[in-house]
């Protein structure tokens, strides 16, 4: 075999053998687990938080447009919109 390919495989073997290293090294360490309690307390709460939003957003209804301009003009221009519609009503 040639110099170059006997440094490859060297180095590809020193590489496996490193990539073991930290596999071993990941399998020993201890990931902390969260209780359920804590687990099922947070979506409860999150979903807590969301009912109250959505309680929020429903109650914040907008009024529509056409009411928002009514409000708007004086009572007398008011009046004058139903005097306007029972004269243009059909007789009974």
């Known amino acids: 075999m040639s110099v170059q390919a006997e440094e490859t495989i060297r180095l590809m073997g020193?590489?496996?053998?490193?990539?073991?290293?930290?596999?071993?090294?990941?399998?020993?360490?201890?990931?902390?687990?969260?209780?359920?309690?804590?687990?099922?307390?947070?979506?409860?709460?999150?979903l807590a938080v969301g009912g109250v939003a959505w309680m929020v957003y429903r109650s914040r209804r907008r009024r529509k447009l056409i009411r928002r301009f009514q409000d708007a003009l004086p009572t007398s221009v008011r009046e004058l919109q139903h005097e306007l519609r029972s004269k243009v009503a059909p007789a009974k």
């Open 14 to 46: 020193a590489g496996t053998r490193r990539i073991e290293q930290l596999l071993d090294g990941i399998k020993s360490v201890r990931i902390p687990r969260t209780p359920h309690v804590f687990v099922a307390a947070g979506i409860l709460g999150m």
